[in-house]
C-alpha cells in the first residue's frame, strides 16, 4: 500500500525545529536547543545497532511528540529520554537545568534495568507496572514512550528476528491499546500494520497486494463520490472539505484473516471522510448523503451525541452507490477530527493554543478517567496479569450501556452486570444482589450488549461472592472484589488457602510435614512480598496467588531441595481430544492453535496443504502449490515456521472457492450458471461476469464447497450449461 515505508526513517534537530515552527502552540525554542544540545554532547558518538549516530533517535522521537501538538517539556523529555539510562548524565543534573517535570518525564521514560526474574514474561510485566505507575502521574510519559516505540519499529529491520516479533507482540498486546485507549489512532495503527508486518509477513503482503491492485479504481471511486457530494453542498453547507481513507491493514486482517472473511464483504475498508465546521453541518451533510445514496439498515452510528470511551466524535454512515458498492462515510467537524487523530494529545493543543474552555474540560476529564483505569490495572497483586488487565479494559471492541436514570456507561465487551455495578460505586457492587435488563431479571454473567438499560438490584447487608471474580472482565472490578474479601475474610482466606495449597501438593506428590512449610515456602513468599505464612495463605484463598502460576515453580524446588523425582497421583481428567481445530485440520506438532485459510489460494479438504506459523496470530493454512509456499522449504529464509498439517477424515463445514467460467458469451449465460448453482443447493458469496473481445465472456463464481470432492461434482454440472468451454479453479 506504500502507507508506511520499509526504509529506516530519521529526522534531525532542523526538521524538529521546521515542525514546531509551523505549529499553533508557542514554544520555549531556548530550552529546547538547549536540550537537544545536552543530547548531542551525551551521547557523543554512540551509534545505533544500524550504525546511524545515537542522537536521530532522539530528535526523531521528538518529532512524533511535536507532530502530536505536545508542549514544551515533553519535547525536551523526548530528546533526553536516553541520556540519564546512556550516558553519565545524572537525573539531578536534568533537575537543575531543565526543572522537575521535565526530570519525572525522563524517569518516568527511561527504561527499566535489568532485574533476575524467573520468567522473561515476569520481567515484562513488572517494566509495565512500573510504566504504569510513571504514567498515573503524568500522562506525558506514555506519549513519549509511545513516540519512542514507534520510532524503534519505524527502524527496526536491523534487528534480530526475536527481538522484532517479541516487539511486535508487546506492541498489540499492551502499546496499541493503550494508544486506542488515550485515542491516539495515528500512533496505534502506524504501530499494529507495522507490528503485523513482522508477526505474519505472508498475510499482511497478500493484504497490501489486494490494495495496491485495486488502488487506482478506488481512487476514481472515492473521486466520484466527493464530486457527487460538494456538488450537493456546494450552495448551502459552507466549508465542506472531503477526502478518502484506507482501513489500516491490521483491520482488514482481523476481519479477514480472523473472521474468514474477503475483502470485498467489508464495507469499510475504503471510506469517504467528510470534514466540516459546525455541528449542526454534520447532520445536514448526513442528510445529504443518505438523499444522494441508499443507506444499509442498521450501519448508522452517532458517535457525536454518544462519543467512544476515547473522545471520539463522528458520524457514521454506510451506504450503496447506484452501482450497489458499499462504502462508509464519517462526517465530523474539524475539533472532532483532531480530537480523533490525537486523542490525549489534543489536550495539549487546545490548552495551549485555544485557552482551555469546555473542550479543555472535556479532555482533561478524560485523562482523569484513563489515570483512574491506571490505578484499576496497578491492583493486580500477580504482576503477569498486568497485561492481560491492559488487552481487556483498553481494547477497542466497547459496548454502551444505559443506567435507569439515562446516563451512558462504556464497558468492553463481555462485560457483565457485576463489571457494570462496581463502575457505578464500589459499594453498589458488594451490596448487588441481581439485575435487570430492558425490564427483565438476567443471570450474574449475562453478557451486557449496546443499547441496554441495566438495572442493578441490590440490598443493604449482602456481600460480594467470590465466584464473581471469574465471571466480570474489568480488572476494576476483579481487584475490588479481591480487596473486599482481602479485609473482610483474612481468617476464612488463611484457612482455606491453606486447604488448597495442601491440595495441590497432594495431586503433584509434594510430601511435607507441617514444620517443613514455612522454609520451603520462603522463597517464594519473599518474592511475592508476603512477610508471613497466614499472609501468604490468605492470598492464596482471596485470589491474589494463583496456585496454577506457582505450582511448577515449588515441583521443582522440592526436587531440588529433597532430590526425589516426583510421581505425580493419578487425578481423573476429561478425554484428551486430537488436536483438532474447528477448521477440520490437525496440525502435526503443536496443540490448540488458531488455524486461519489464507485467501491467496484458498485450500479445500482433499488438497494438499501446508501449514506457516504466523508471529502471535496462529497457523496459516496454504495450498502446497501455492505461489507464496517455497518450492524448495529447506532453503527459505525461516524454513522451521513452515509445518506438516493435514485433513480430518470428516470436515463438517463449507470451505470458500472461486471458479473462473470461460463461455461464448450469449444472453442468459450468468442466469443459467445461478439456475445451475441454486440446483445443486451451492451457496453463491458473489456472481459476476465480463465479456472478452472475441465473443466469449468470463463468468467468476465465489462459492461454499464441502471439499475437493465435491468441487469437482460442482464443475462436471456446471460444465452441461451450453457454451461452457473451461472452467477453472482460482
Known amino acids: 500500500m506504500g502507507k508506511y515505508s520499509n526504509v529506516a526513517h530519521y529526522q534531525d534537530f532542523s526538521e524538529l525545529k521546521n515542525i514546531l515552527e509551523r505549529s499553533e502552540n508557542s514554544y520555549d525554542m531556548e530550552k529546547i536547543t538547549k536540550a537537544y544540545k545536552l543530547a548531542e554532547e551525551s551521547h557523543g558518538d554512540q551509534r545505533r545497532v544500524s550504525g546511524i549516530p ?41 533537575t537543575k537545568q531543565f526543572g522537575s517535570d521535565v526530570a519525572k ?5 527511561t527504561k527499566i534495568s535489568k532485574i533476575p526474574y524467573s520468567t522473561r514474561e515476569q520481567q515484562q510485566a513488572e517494566n509495565i507496572r512500573k510504566m504504569l505507575i510513571a504514567m498515573a502521574d503524568d500522562i506525558r510519559v506514555i506519549i513519549i514512550k509511545l513516540a519512542d516505540r514507534l520510532h524503534n519499529m519505524r527502524t527496526m529491520d536491523c534487528m534480530p528476528e526475536q527481538k522484532r516479533r517479541d516487539k511486535s507482540l508487546e506492541n498489540m498486546q499492551v502499546f496499541a491499546p493503550i494508544a486506542h485507549r488515550l485515542g491516539i489512532k495515528t500512533i496505534k495503527d502506524e504501530l499494529e500494520d507495522r507490528s503485523l508486518q513482522y508477526l505474519d509477513p505472508v498475510g499482511y503482503k497478500e493484504i497490501e497486494d489486494a490494495l495496491l491492485m485495486n488502488e487506482e479504481g478506488r481512487d476514481r471511486f472515492i473521486e466520484s463520490i466527493k464530486k457527487q457530494i460538494l456538488e450537493k453542498t456546494e450552495n448551502t453547507i459552507k466549508n465542506v472539505y472531503i477526502s478518502g481513507r484506507v482501513k489500516s491493514i491490521n483491520s482488514i486482517y482481523r476481519k479477514t484473516f480472523m473472521q474468514g472473511r474477503t475483502i470485498d464483504q467489508i464495507f469499510d475498508v475504503f471510506a469517504v471522510r467528510v470534514i466540516v465546521d459546525t455541528v449542526p453541518d454534520c447532520y445536514n451533510v448526513l442528510g445529504v448523503v443518505h438523499d444522494i445514496f441508499k443507506p444499509i439498515p442498521n450501519r448508522f452510528k452517532d458517535y457525536i451525541s454518544m462519543p467512544k470511551p476515547n473522545m471520539y466524535q463522528s458520524l457514521h454512515t454506510t451506504v450503496l452507490d447506484n452501482k450497489a458498492i458499499p462504502f462508509e462515510v464519517q462526517i465530523r467537524t474539524w475539533e472532532m477530527h483532531y480530537t480523533a487523530e490525537y486523542g490525549i494529545a489534543a489536550h495539549w493543543k487546545y490548552k495551549l493554543g485555544m485557552g482551555g474552555g469546555k473542550k479543555g474540560d472535556r479532555l482533561q476529564e478524560n485523562i482523569d478517567k484513563v489515570k483512574s483505569m491506571i490505578l484499576d490495572q496497578l491492583q493486580a497483586e500477580d504482576a503477569t496479569d498486568i497485561a492481560k488487565n491492559i488487552r481487556n479494559d483498553f481494547e477497542e471492541n466497547d459496548v454502551y450501556v444505559f443506567t435507569p436514570k439515562g446516563d451512558v456507561i462504556n464497558l468492553p465487551r463481555g462485560s457483565t ?56 472482565k474489568t480488572a476494576s472490578a476483579k481487584s475490588k472484589i479481591r480487596q473486599w474479601y482481602k479485609n473482610e475474610k483474612r481468617d476464612e482466606n488463611i484457612v482455606e488457602g491453606k486447604q488448597m495449597l495442601e491440595r495441590e501438593f497432594k495431586r503433584h506428590g509434594i510430601n511435607l510435614t507441617e514444620e517443613e512449610y514455612p522454609e520451603f515456602l520462603k522463597k517464594i513468599m519473599v518474592k511475592k512480598q508476603y512477610n508471613t ?26 526436587q531440588k531441595t529433597y532430590a526425589v523425582d516426583i510421581e505425580e497421583i493419578s487425578v481423573p481428567q476429561a478425554p484428551v481430544k486430537r488436536n483438532k481445530a474447528t477448521s477440520g485440520v490437525v496440525i502435526e506438532g503443536a496443540d490448540d492453535v488458531l488455524v486461519k485459510f489464507s485467501n ?39 524454513p522451521e515456521r513452515w509445518v506438516s ?61 464441502m471439499g475437493r470432492n465435491h468441487l469437482r461434482g460442482v464443475i462436471s454440472k456446471l460444465s452441461d450449461i451450453n457454451g461452457i468451454e473451461e472452467i477453472k479453479r482460482l
Not at 511535536?66 to 536534568?94: F, K, N, W, Y
Not at 518525564?105 to 521514560?109: A, K, Q, Y
Not at 490468605?538 to 496467588?545: D, L, N, T
Not at 488438497?607 to 517455497?630: A, Q
Request: glycine share 8%; with cysteine.
Open 54 to 94: 545515537y542522537i536521530l533517535h532522539p530528535t526523531s522521537v521528538a518529532c512524533i511528540v511535536a507532530e502530536l501538538g505536545m508542549d514544551t517539556d515533553s519535547i525536551c523529555g523526548a530528546l533526553l529520554h536516553d541520556v540519564v539510562e546512556d550516558t553519565p548524565v545524572m537525573l539531578d543534573e536534568i
Open 105 to 109: 518525564l525522563i524517569d518516568g521514560v
Open 533 to 558: 505464612l497466614d499472609d501468604f495463605y490468605a492470598a492464596i484463598g482471596y485470589g491474589g496467588v494463583q496456585l496454577w502460576k506457582i505450582i511448577p515453580r515449588l515441583k521443582e524446588e522440592y
Open 600 to 638: 491467496c489460494c484458498n485450500p479445500l479438504p482433499g488438497d494438499d496443504i501446508i501449514g506457516y506459523i504466523t508471529r502471535g496470530y496462529g497457523v496459516s493454512i496454504h495450498k502446497r502449490n501455492c505461489t507464496n509456499v517455497p518450492k524448495d522449504i529447506s532453503k527459505c529464509e525461516e
Open 645 to 705: 498439517c493435514y485433513w480430518e477424515d470428516e470436515v463438517g463445514e463449507a470451505f470458500r472457492s472461486t471458479l473462473q467460467i470461460t463461455a461464448t458469451d450469449r444472453t442468459g449465460l450468468l442466469a443459467d450458471v445461478t439456475i445451475k448453482l441454486s440446483n445443486m443447493h451451492i451457496f453463491i458469496h458473489s456472481l459476476n461476469s465480463r465479456e472478452l473481445k472475441d465473443g466469449k465472456a468470463v463468468v467468476t463464481a465465489t462459492i461454499d464447497v
Open 417 to 472: 452486570p457485576v463489571d457494570l455495578a462496581y463502575i457505578i460505586h464500589t459499594q453498589v457492587g458488594h451490596r448487588m444482589v441481581g439485575a435487570k435488563v430492558n425490564g427483565k431479571i438476567v443471570p450474574i454473567d449475562y453478557k451486557l450488549k449496546t443499547g441496554e438499560i441495566c438495572e442493578i438490584i441490590t440490598q443493604k447487608e449482602e456481600h460480594p461472592n467470590k465466584s464473581w471474580i471469574d465471571i466480570c
